[in-house]
């Protein structure tokens, strides 16, 4: 794996308590030596005895250890050149900090328009149909598609996007060497060939059921935060039998970061659906881009209409 001293220096960093995405973000700099790291850790975060260089130099040499096994694969970390810049207002807590990739990382330049479309694992042959005249209106117009590999929408927005000769970003909550799903292993290689992007922020497999669930959620918020605005195809809300799609992650983490929420929407054709129950809710939000036959080229102009940034 190709890796830079901030990505070793950052993963180093958080194996230690208390050492999260917002501490890296608010107090590390690239040009820090590992001495100055140190020093940095005992005095902002005390643990329970005091770090030394040989510790922290070990934890190093032992990542380092673990990324030299793998090739063909790529890592950036905050502070490198090429890194990522959020879009919208993102928490500290919530900024990426390590990232592994293969394809285009300049896919998720803030200059370039992304948009992420999303939805539930099993679409209808019809909200298949939707999705894809969708996207590729979309891709018409030079966006690039960000989804998440899951089945069902996103591989219809990925696959989609392909077949117009479009770039399309797939954020995974696996490693790049275990693809999730397994099935869409071959979709991965197709997208890094044809000039996309697969990224993740994780080298090492979940340790637990329970991190291996938060990995699907903090997958959904890279979605929001690397694009303009989320586009959501079909999904249910969540509700007492069970059915969640999930991709209510990532339409709240537009909303609370202040990105553009749009949704496939129709009153008289969805009102009593249960695939399009949380669009139906979403659609009600002030602000909220609904998308359907009527409204059709005034919501994608609406989408894809570049955004002042203020920030």
Request: net charge neutral; with cysteine.
């Amino acid at each position: 794996m190709k890796y830079t001293q901030n990505v070793l220096k950052i993963l180093a960093l958080k194996t230690f308590k208390g050492v999260g995405n917002a501490w890296i973000v608010k107090n590390f700099r690239p040009e820090y030596s590992d001495e100055e790291l140190v020093e940095l850790i005992n005095t902002t975060k005390p643990q329970n005895e005091v770090i030394t260089l040989n510790s922290f130099e070990s934890i190093k040499q032992n990542i380092a250890s673990k990324l030299d096994t793998t090739e063909n694969d790529n890592a950036i970390a905050f502070g490198d050149r090429y890194f990522p810049t959020c879009r919208g207002k993102v928490p500290d807590s919530q900024q990426p900090v390590v990232l592994f990739y293969k394809g285009d990382i300049k896919l998720l330049s803030k200059t370039n328009r992304n948009l992420a479309v999303i939805g539930l694992l099993e679409p209808t042959t019809n909200i298949e149909k939707v999705e894809r005249y969708v996207v590729k209106e979309l891709v018409k117009k030079g966006i690039t598609i960000v989804s998440g590999l899951a089945l069902g929408c996103d591989t219809i927005a990925h696959d989609e996007t392909l077949k117009n000769s479009g770039a399309t970003v797939a954020i995974l909550p696996s490693t790049l060497q275990k693809i999730a799903p397994s099935s869409n292993a071959e979709l991965a290689d197709e997208i890094v060939v044809n000039g996309g992007l697969l990224i993740t922020e994780y080298f090492e497999e979940a340790k637990s059921k329970y991190e291996f669930i938060n990995r699907y959620i903090q997958r959904d918020r890279l979605q929001a935060l690397f694009s303009d605005g989320v586009v959501l195809s079909a999904s249910y809300a969540p509700n007492n039998k069970g059915l969640d799609s999930g991709s209510r992650h990532a339409m709240e983490a537009a909303k609370s970061y202040g990105l553009k929420r749009a949704v496939i929407y129709n009153e008289k054709l969805h009102s009593n659906d249960v695939m399009y129950e949380l669009n139906k809710q979403i659609a009600q939000h002030e602000g909220t881009i609904v998308i359907n036959k009527d409204t059709f080229q005034k919501s994608i102009e609406k989408l894809i209409m570049q955004q002042v940034d203020l920030l």
